[in-house]
């Protein structure tokens, strides 16, 4: 769970959140979560990956976020597949719906001159069942 207070600075003129500000919060969410395991660095030496890089990401406004809103992000594993990761987000102000979202992960590890999404279980195992 993270918690944000929403500045000017994050808003656009109309006074509302400026929408890539919420995938920065998606990103900030996952990033504090791995923190819980070493962090994405250490995860990342510890399986000989690049990356827990960024295949898909999406997100849904259901009500304006404006400068002073308290934010509460949440992030839930919503599946593991054979080479993804798949996250659910949730935003809320004061216990109301503002955005949800997703984001579908991938482990990427060197394979000669390129990077390629691997087998995503070994980072399963790290993190635990759940994570």
Avoid at 3 to 12: A, I, L, R
Avoid at 24 to 31: I, L, T, V
Avoid at 88 to 110: D, H, K
Wanted: hydrophobic share 40%.
């Amino acid at each position: 769970m993270l918690e944000y207070s929403v500045s000017f600075g994050d808003c656009d003129p109309a006074g509302i959140v400026f929408y890539p500000r919420t995938y920065a919060w998606f990103d900030r969410a996952f990033h504090d979560w791995l923190r819980n395991f070493g962090g994405h660095g250490k995860i990342c030496q510890t399986l000989g990956a690049v990356g827990i890089g960024l295949l898909e990401a999406k997100a849904q406004f259901r009500r304006p976020m404006r400068d002073g809103d308290r934010l509460r992000i949440a992030l839930s594993i919503e599946e593991w597949g054979r080479k993804t990761l798949r996250l659910g987000y949730e935003i809320t102000v004061a216990g109301e719906v503002a955005a949800v979202g997703g984001e579908l992960r991938g482990l990427f590890t060197p394979a000669g001159d390129a990077i390629v999404a691997s087998d995503i279980e070994v980072l399963r195992k790290l993190l635990g069942e759940d994570g």
